[in-house]
């Protein structure tokens, strides 16, 4: 069974910010939304948990009509970017809020309680106040209180934002590793972040200014993007897109370049394309063009060059630590096995995708 949005749209003061939204998540899985902010992701989790008044549009859970319940009827859960903890009350009870409003038996909340105190990793820590916790051990008690509920949906809005690098990588293995557990819920995470939404998603989910442009497993989606707008927004850095055509035998990339013809784009129509390829795909050392760095980024293991070139502005994603002076000059190659083919016109829709197999 599942949760059924038909066609939701809100538009306030003249701006869309959701637009015929239509969208299906199933019980059981894990579904990624992906966007940039303002794509409109916290913007569909509050219609649906009832906090957003909707202009038009439908929600129904398991085939009833969801879309009459209050707020506060409706049996949702959510865990949002901000650590929302009770500073006065300890571990254990701000878990336990939300089962005593509910009155439950003491038996039953003490059981819960503990029970996924154990799942986040934070038994033993009953006792202490947020205070005392570390930014992920705080998010864990966030989502332990949402887990606690035994919500039938489960929305988290960005829940690893605000954390550093090393520990938003930490929690994004514990959380997969968490929710794969609950099939019997509606699980929903809302993120900005490509490797994020890959990796955690069963299903993904790529919207865009209120609207939906792609829906598909993460190996659909990272693989043949519906768009270049989709190509965009799922990779990071975004990918690199050049104008060129189709020729005898070969792609002409602007400024003259020229690519022998690769197997997979020998069946486009002779004409005028954007071509995509991916920033950790460009070959430094290879000559294809010959670039001037304008920026360069060292950040852990990888190094991240900006350059102008004859092609235009590229970006360079390129394993180990390369020091290049700024206005130096480096050799790229572009690799035709590794290019993506847009229209160049209208929905600049996917004509053409290399082999699977590229790495996040």
Request: glycine share 8%; aromatic share 6%; charged share 20%.
């Amino acid at each position: 069974m599942s949760l059924q949005l038909h066609d939701l749209t809100l538009t306030i003061d003249g701006v869309s910010h959701l637009n015929n939204i239509n969208a299906n998540f199933e019980r059981g899985k894990l579904t990624t939304v992906i966007g940039r902010t303002l794509a409109g992701k916290t913007t569909l989790m509050r219609s649906i948990c009832g906090l957003q008044t909707l202009n038009r549009g439908t929600l129904t859970l398991d085939a009833q009509n969801y879309s009459a319940l209050p707020a506060w009827h409706r049996n949702i859960a959510m865990v949002y970017q901000q650590f929302i903890n009770y500073p006065h009350l300890n571990v254990y009870e701000n878990v336990a809020f939300p089962l005593r409003r509910k009155k439950l038996d003491e038996v039953i909340i003490d059981r819960r309680v503990r029970g996924v105190l154990d799942k986040v990793g934070l038994s033993g820590f009953d006792k202490r106040r947020p205070s005392q916790l570390s930014g992920g051990q705080q998010q864990r008690v966030a989502l332990a209180r949402a887990l606690a509920r035994e919500a039938g949906i489960l929305l988290l809005d960005e829940p690893l934002v605000n954390l550093d690098y090393k520990l938003r990588e930490q929690m994004r293995s514990e959380f997969r590793s968490l929710l794969e557990q609950q099939d019997q819920t509606i699980v929903i995470y809302n993120t900005t972040e490509p490797v994020e939404a890959m990796l955690l998603g069963d299903t993904v989910v790529v919207m865009h200014e209120g609207r939906i442009l792609q829906v598909g497993t993460p190996s659909e989606v990272f693989d043949r993007p519906a768009s270049m707008q989709v190509a965009s927004i799922v990779n990071d850095p975004p990918m690199n897109f050049i104008p060129g055509s189709k020729e005898e035998g070969a792609i002409k990339l602007t400024g003259g370049v020229h690519i022998d013809l690769p197997s997979h784009l020998s069946g486009l129509a002779a004409g005028d394309y954007l071509f995509g390829i991916r920033a950790n795909e460009l070959r430094l050392g290879d000559m294809s063009v010959t670039a001037q760095v304008t920026f360069s980024e060292v950040s852990g293991s990888e190094t991240f060059l900006y350059v102008d070139s004859p092609v235009g502005q590229m970006t360079l994603q390129v394993r180990g630590v390369h020091i290049h002076d700024l206005a130096s000059n480096v050799a790229i190659g572009i690799p035709g096995e590794r290019l993506f083919a847009f229209e160049n016109q209208g929905q600049k829709g996917l004509l053409a995708a290399p082999a699977t197999g590229a790495q996040l």
